[in-house]
T-cell receptor, first 112, second 112 residues
């Protein structure tokens, strides 16, 4: 079946630094990937849709300059949290669409 | 961009009892999916029901869909302690540009 690999699974960074999260489709090509954020005890909120070879589409209220998305190949999308602050601490999950939606295992980001 | 509401928000039952979770949504859908998430971990796809289907079964899971009321329910029969998790419905909807939008979720606790 379709597999999406997400790395890292956990990351701790200092305030003001940037963190990159990778999402790879291992056995299929994904022209479209999705990035979600989940705060504790809450649901998944869609942040943006990542399109291979073009700019990402961000949901209302999501800062595109803070959450940089790059989808340079058919198997890799990256989310970079720039100038991270403690309030960016969250669980980030990517998803790729391939005869349905396949999710990565998520990245827990802690900003200290 | 969350479009669904789920109830109850939390449900606590004894092992062996049935658990019913409900989900409502706002726009026309292509399909509706149910996912499980164990604490702090990735998503597990449980079942997908298409807009032209009214009921679907998978093992101990039964899902219904009422498009006239824009609602769905997930029934877990003969619950087990291992069913303890958060359950989310998610809609794949043309009204949201063919992306998966999650409901608020139900936290299920099965006591042994």
């Amino acid at each position: 079946g379709a597999v999406v690999s997400q790395h890292p699974s956990r990351v701790i960074c200092k305030s003001g630094t940037s963190v990159k999260i990778e999402c790879r489709s291992l056995d299929f090509q994904a022209t479209t990937m999705f990035w979600y954020r989940q705060f504790p005890k809450q649901s998944l909120m869609l942040m943006a849709t990542s399109n291979e070879g073009s700019k990402a589409t961000y949901e209302q209220g999501v800062e595109k300059d803070k959450f940089l998305i790059n989808h340079a190949s058919l198997t890799l999308s990256t989310l970079t949290v720039t100038s991270a602050h403690p309030e960016d601490s969250s669980f980030y999950i990517c998803s790729a669409r391939h005869y349905g939606y396949t999710f990565g295992s998520g990245t827990r980001l802690t900003v200290v | 961009s969350q479009q669904g509401e789920e109830d109850p928000q939390a449900l606590s039952i004894q092992e062996g009892e049935n658990a019913t979770m409900n989900c409502s949504y706002k726009t026309s859908i292509n399909n509706l999916q149910w996912y499980r998430q164990n604490s702090g971990r990735g998503l597990v796809h449980l079942i997908l029901i298409r807009s032209n289907e009214r009921e679907k079964h998978s093992g101990r899971l039964r899902v219904t869909l009422d498009t006239s009321k824009k609602s769905s329910s997930l029934l877990i029969t003969a619950s087990r302690a291992a069913d303890t998790a958060s359950y989310f419905c998610a809609t794949d909807s043309r009204g949201y540009g063919n992306k998966l939008v999650f409901g608020a979720g139900t936290i299920l606790r099965v006591k042994s």
